[in-house]
């Protein structure tokens, strides 16, 4: 049975995280037979938000297949008007319990975002839309004293959390109905592993990132 709470969803993501960091997947609802029987329907547990890097794949990163996860990703996990009718839509209509904000260390995007404030400069093209997507981000981290691109990352993700809340009455009433919740996590690139960094949903206990063995070689 999948989970059917956001505290059983947050769970089976770390879970599944774990065994991708220490080389165990278990490749789960990948073959034939579950392909055929989610044809006609699907009942994700997990919304995910997250970064286009495609070093952030999320049905790998934690170890899912085929109608577990509702994936969402662009750049810097930014949250146009799509990607909230995305949202409501998963958590809505197919009763998904768990909304997760996913970024990642060194982000580009953020650093694009960095560097144009710095440079008082916006890309050309629709880039400049991400850039003023993450430019809040920039100037709440600056607030509170966060200078370090790491740590400007977490801010994002945390105001990317409270964003999808703010700007979608649709989420925020699940939220507080408590059917549903949503975390930021944070992914590092070098380890593989996620650590929680925001929510918003009493239901959802923060987990500790999985610890990668001290023999393992991982993968970059």
Known sequence: MPPTTPEQALAELYAGNRRFVTGAPHHPNQDAGHRAAVADGQHPFAVLVGCSDSRLAAEIIFDRGLGDLFVVRTAGHTAGPEVLGSVEYAVTVLGTPLVVVLGH???????AAREAVRTGTSPSG??????DAV???LLRAAREGVEDLD???DVHIAQTVEALLARSTVLAGEVAAGRCAVVG???RLSAGEV???AQAGSP?????APAAPADSALAG
Do not use: E, K, M, N
């Open 126 to 131: 629709h880039l400049g839309a991400v850039v």
């Open 105 to 111: 260390d060194s982000c580009g995007a953020v650093q």
């Open 204 to 208: 959802v206990t923060p987990v500790p």
């Open 195 to 197: 650590r929680t960094v």
């Open 135 to 137: 430019a809040p981000s």
């Open 151 to 153: 740590g400007i990352v």
């Open 185 to 187: 996590l944070s992914y």
